[in-house]
């Protein structure tokens, strides 16, 4: 099986701490390169418009919110993420395939 080209990607964190930690998880795992702060030719991923959360009795904290995929200042395409407390990893592991798509890697 070939490698897959690594990719840089810088996150721009969010309002929401516990939202942050995951996503920033996600994108440390191959192919993802996180780095510290935006560089040339970085997949920067970016939520920027307000994050709607949910408090539920019995299925927790539940977030809706846009991602945004660019790189160089040019929008690659977008998806809308619903994350929920307990399933963090289905969401984040959407989040990554969204990421690996707008960096032109495909599944």
């Known amino acids: 099986m070939a490698q897959q080209q690594p990719v840089s990607v810088f996150f721009e964190p969010c309002n929401d701490q516990q939202l942050n930690d995951a996503i920033a998880a996600a994108l440390t795992q191959p192919p993802f390169v996180l780095q510290t702060r ?6 920067v991923v970016a939520i920027p418009d307000r994050i709607t ?10 977030w809706t919110f846009t991602v945004v995929f660019s ?8 998806s809308v993420e619903t994350c929920n407390e307990h399933r963090l990893s289905d969401c984040t ?15």
């Open 38 to 43: 935006n560089m040339s030719g970085a997949l």
């Open 53 to 62: 959360v949910d408090h539920l009795k019995v299925s927790g904290i539940t």
């Open 71 to 78: 790189r160089n200042g040019d929008q690659l395409g977008q």
């Open 93 to 107: 592991d959407q989040l990554a395939s969204d990421a690996k798509s707008a960096a032109g890697m495909g599944q």
